[in-house]
Antibody, heavy 120, light 110 residues
Framework: QLQLQESGPGLVEPSETLSLTCIVS??????????WGWIRQPPGKGLEWIGN???????YYNPSLKSRVTISIDTSKNQCSLKLSSVTAADTAIYYC????????????WGQGTLVTVSS | QSALTQPASVSGSPGQSITISCTGT?????????VSWYQQHPGKAPKLMIY???NRPSGISNRFSGSKSGNTASLTISGLQAEDEADYYC??????????FGGGTKLTVL
């Protein structure tokens, strides 16, 4: 069974870069056609799609975050990563990684999420 | 990229049916058959309940069903049970390999 696990610092200072990793186990991150995405949820609020990466390496981002986001994939480590630059308190959220099979709309596997707080 | 519109809250009694709407535009919900629904219990990750408008993943109860008419998608839960109390989110493709979530709906089982 596919499992995803997010990891990274729980506290980031304003104006710095948030960096998170999603480790995939129970399957290959380079499975043909899959998309690996990041979604966030500010405390007490709704879900926001950040972006995703195809196993070919193509990336797609939320236009409102595009200038600050980079998603990458490391097939040798079976993981994908999220970098969000110039963070502010508004970026405080639980960050989830998730998989979407190509050709479908469902995010069928999710990590447990990791809370990142932006504060000095 | 505006969030899809969902009612903030809905409620129902055990055994009843409820429907949660997700309203977008012809550029998102109405333009593609790529709408999915997620259930989220407090402190937990979202769980896929419906994908591609009306398909249920393996293991999801047939009490959950999805549909779409025009620019509005709907999630219907029949035979409400206490464990269905949760937040529900819709998600739609909006073109150029990008996606948007609805604002979320809190379901209360009375």
């Amino acid at each position: 069974q596919l499992q995803l696990q997010e990891s990274g610092p729980g506290l980031v200072e304003p104006s710095e870069t948030l960096s998170l990793t999603c480790i995939v186990s129970g399957g290959s991150i380079s499975s043909s056609g899959d998309y690996w995405g990041w979604i966030r949820q500010p405390p007490g609020k709704g879900l926001e799609w950040i972006g995703n990466i195809h196993d070919s390496g193509s990336t797609y981002y939320n236009p409102s975050l595009k200038s600050r986001v980079t998603i990458s994939i490391d097939t040798s480590k079976n993981q994908c990563s999220l970098k969000l630059s110039s963070v502010t308190a508004a970026d405080t959220a639980i960050y989830y990684c998730a998989r979407r099979r190509g050709g479908t709309s469902g995010l069928d596997s999710w990590g447990q999420g990791t809370l990142v707080t932006v504060s000095s | 990229q505006s969030a899809l519109t969902q009612p903030a809250s809905v409620s129902g009694s055990p055994g009843q049916s409820i429907t949660i709407s997700c309203t977008g535009t012809s550029s998102d919900v109405g333009g593609y058959n790529y709408v999915s629904w997620y259930q989220q219990h407090p402190g937990k990750a979202p769980k896929l309940m419906i994908y591609d408008v009306s398909n249920r993943p393996s293991g999801i109860s047939n009490r959950f069903s999805g549909s779409k008419s025009g620019n509005t998608a709907s999630l219907t839960i029949s035979g409400l049970q206490a464990e269905d109390e949760a937040d529900y989110y819709c998600n739609s493709y909006i073109g150029s390999s990008t996606w948007v979530f609805g604002g979320g709906t809190k379901l209360t089982v009375l």
